[in-house]
Nanobody, 122 residues
Framework: QVQLAESGGGLVQAGGSLRLSCAAS????????MGWFRQAPGKEREFVAA????????VYADSVKGRFTISRDNAKNTVYLQMNNLKSEDTAVYYC???????????????WGQGTQVTVSS
């Protein structure tokens, strides 16, 4: 069992940066791949980025590649999403999730946080 709590969201101007954090509870955190997803108003939740258990492999959505970086610190049970050069279309509620493999498919993630709001003003 893993419980997840996101933080770090907020209001930022276009071109700015934010770093999201997702703190996990549970001794088995390092056994899970971690992912970030987002849901914009009126849209379905979509994949953003994922990282392998050990942190050596990552995958990104094309829309954020080169601007966002996912990382994890297993000693701190925390996964991060560094977001640079933010655009208005990045406005969404961002969720972290834990799953058995580093994939883009939401149903492969069994544990989810409550989400944190990111708003980018143009």
């Amino acid at each position: 069992q893993v419980q997840l709590a996101e933080s770090g969201g907020g209001l930022v101007q276009a071109g700015g940066s934010l770093r999201l954090s997702c703190a996990a509870s549970g001794r088995t955190y390092s056994e899970y791949a971690m992912g970030w997803f987002r849901q914009a108003p009126g849209k379905e939740r979509e994949f953003v980025a994922a990282i392998s258990r050990g942190g050596r492999m990552t995958v990104y959505a094309d829309s954020v590649k080169g601007r966002f970086t996912i990382s994890r610190d297993n000693a701190k049970n925390t996964v991060y999403l560094q977001m640079n050069n933010l655009k208005s279309e990045d406005t969404a509620v961002y969720y972290c999730a834990a799953g058995s493999s580093m994939v883009r498919i939401q149903r492969e993630y069994g544990f989810w946080g409550q989400g944190t709001q990111v708003t980018v003003s143009s």
